[in-house]
C-alpha cells in the first residue's frame, strides 16, 4: 500500500483485511514488526489522538516517527502555488514534502481545509499537491474533507459492537460556537454507506453537505446494499435509529461567511444530544463522536458519561487501525 488517503479507493475486501490485520495486531502484538522503519508526521493543525495514536502504534510496532508542526519550532511553511514568500513563512512545502519524506519510509499529513472556498475544498487541491510531492508511502491525517483513518477507526468500532451492516446509521449535526470543517462528516457519510447502513443525515437548514459528499456516498450505499438519506426532521431521523454519530460542521448555505455562519446557529443551540434524541431509538443504540467534543454545548455530559457513548474505543480503535495501515505500508 502506497497512499491511504481516502477509504473510497478501497475495495470492501481489502478494508476487510484491515480490519481482521487491526484486530490480530490487538489480539497478538507484533512488537518487532516496523524495527528500523520511521514515520514523519506532519501536523498543518492541532491533534490529540490523531498525533499520539500514530507515534503510539509506530513505537508498538518497533518503528519510530518524528512530528513537525510547522512554525511551531520549525520553518512555517507556504502551502500557496506561486506566492510571493515576503511574509511569515521561511520555505514553501515544494522543498519541504520532499525533504522530510527524504528522511523517512511513511509520511502522514494533517492540513486542514481553507474554509473560504467550498469549490477549492472539494478539490483537496493541498492535499494533491502534497500527494505530487512524496515520493513515499503517504497517509491523509485529516485534510480537507477527508479523514479516513477516523472513519476506519469508526467501523471497527461498529463491528466490535456487533452492529449489524444494515442497521439505521445517523449523522446528525450538532451545535459548536464556530463553524468546523466538513473532513469528518464527509468521512463518516462515506463510510457507514460503504459498510451498508441505512444512513440518515439529520442537519438543519443551511447545513446540507454537499452534493458531491452525498453523490459518493450515494453511490458507496448502493454498491453496498444500504441507502443515503437526509432531513431536517431530527426526531424523524432518530426513529429506530441503532447508531448516532454526532458532528458539527459549518455551513454550506454560506460556507466562508463566518457572520451568516454565526447568524444560523445563533437559533441552534438545541441541537446538543441529550438523552430525550434516544426517546425512539432502538434498544440500546450507541452514540458515537470522533472527539474531541465540547461538553454540555454538543453533547450532554449524560450522553457522553452514559452506557450509550463508545467515544473511547473509537479513539482507541484510531491506533488499532493506523498500526494495520501502517504494517500493510511498511512491513517488508
Ligand atoms: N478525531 C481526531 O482526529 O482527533 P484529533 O483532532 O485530536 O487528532
Known sequence: MKRFLDLADFEPAQIR?????????????????LAGKILGLVFFNPSLRT??????GMARLGGSSFVITPGQGTWQLETRL??????????????????????????????????????????????????????????????????????????????????????????SWVYHPRALPLAVPAA?????????????????????????????????????GGSVSETTDRAAAMAGAQVLYAKEWGTTAHYGDADADQRLRAELTDWCVRESWFKHAARGAKFMHCLPVRRNVAVA???????????????????????????????S
Not at 191 to 206: C, D, L, N, W
Open 17 to 33: 483485511d484491515l480490519l481482521a490485520l487491526a484486530q490480530r495486531l490487538q489480539d497478538s502484538p507484533e512488537p518487532g514488526a
Open 51 to 56: 498525533l499520539s495514536s500514530f507515534q503510539a
Open 82 to 171: 506561486n506566492a510571493v514568500m515576503n511574509g511569515g513563512a521561511a520555505e514553501h512545502i515544494r522543498e519541504g514534502i520532499p525533504v522530510l519524506a527524504s528522511y523517512c519510509d511513511a509520511l502522514g499529513v494533517r492540513a486542514f481545509a481553507e474554509g473560504k472556498n467550498l469549490e477549492q475544498d472539494l478539490g483537496e487541491s493541498l492535499f494533491r499537491m502534497i500527494d505530487e510531492l512524496c515520493d513515499k508511502p503517504l497517509i491523509n491525517l485529516e485534510s480537507a474533507v477527508n479523514h479516513p483513518c477516523q472513519a476506519l477507526a469508526d467501523w471497527k468500532t461498529m463491528d466490535d459492537l456487533a452492529v449489524p451492516q444494515r442497521a439505521k446509521f445517523v449523522l
Open 188 to 224: 463518516t457519510l462515506h463510510m457507514a454507506a460503504q459498510r451498508g447502513m441505512e444512513v440518515v443525515v439529520a442537519r438543519p437548514e443551511g447545513y446540507a453537505l454537499p452534493e458531491s459528499i452525498m453523490n459518493k456516498a450515494r453511490a458507496a450505499a448502493a454498491a453496498a
Open 301 to 331: 455530559d449524560e450522553i457522553l458519561d452514559g452506557p450509550r457513548a463508545v467515544v473511547r474505543r473509537e479513539a482507541f480503535n484510531r491506533m488499532v487501525v493506523q498500526m494495520a495501515v501502517l504494517y500493510r505500508m511498511l512491513k
